[in-house]
């Protein structure tokens, strides 16, 4: 498997602040991001019990190749593309999907326009990535509903909101939005087929797991 592929890439000023974040991150991610990051093996779950099994996947937002893996797993005849900006990201990502061959698929560049030739997916998964789209998650949502075969399904599962000021402050600086601007576009592009939002630590914060057909 070719780790990368580059097809296209956006400025550096555009990638600069994203990509410096996430090339110290890279390291610690998987070790740090599971105590709130949740939900994220509960979107799988629902796409899964929800309908016939994809066989061509697309995850906006890859990162280290968590759920690469998993829908690897629980999809053993689906081909899977990963999308990702940060190359530090995707080198982890690369080291896991490896035993998977040509069947794990990665590419590097910003989501902001369909895929193209390689679109067709029936199943276009982002986790945790939209909200850090500031701009451009409207461009992404876009672009999936684009890449997406006549009833295929996007899934997602993301920070929605908080009441708590500071949370909010510190997400910002770490890149999150969190002011519940996915749930409506979402709605407006895709025909809501779980639409669920959960509370994390008390209601510190909520997150949105949303299943949509085109």
Not at 159 to 181: E, K, L, P, S, Y
Request: charged share 20%; hydrophobic share 45%; net charge positive.
């Amino acid at each position: 498997m070719t780790p990368t592929e580059t097809p296209v890439l956006p400025s550096k000023s555009d990638r600069g602040g994203i990509e410096g974040y996430y090339r110290w991150h890279a390291r610690i991610y998987d070790a740090t991001r599971w105590s709130f990051l949740f939900g994220r093996e509960a979107v799988l779950h629902r796409v899964a019990a929800e309908g016939p099994a994809p066989t061509r996947i697309l995850e906006i937002g890859c990162g280290t190749g968590r759920n690469l893996l998993s829908l690897a797993r629980r999809f053993p005849k689906a081909e899977i593309i990963g999308v990702d900006l940060s190359a530090a990201m995707l080198a982890v990502a690369a080291r896991k999907a490896a035993p998977y061959g040509p069947r794990v698929r990665l590419i590097r560049q910003a989501y902001n326009a369909p895929l193209g030739a390689t679109a067709g997916f029936d199943l276009v998964l982002c986790s945790y990535a939209l909200s850090m789209f500031n701009p451009g998650f409207e461009a992404a949502i876009a672009a999936a509903e684009r890449d997406l075969v006549p009833g295929g399904r996007f899934a997602l599962v993301d920070f929605h909101a908080t009441q708590v000021r500071g949370f909010a402050r510190w997400m910002g600086v770490n890149h999150v939005r969190m002011d519940g601007q996915l749930r409506p576009i979402l709605r407006r592009t895709f025909t809501p087929v779980i639409d669920d939002l959960r509370n994390a630590y008390g209601g510190v914060w909520e997150y949105l797991i949303y299943v949509g057909r085109r």
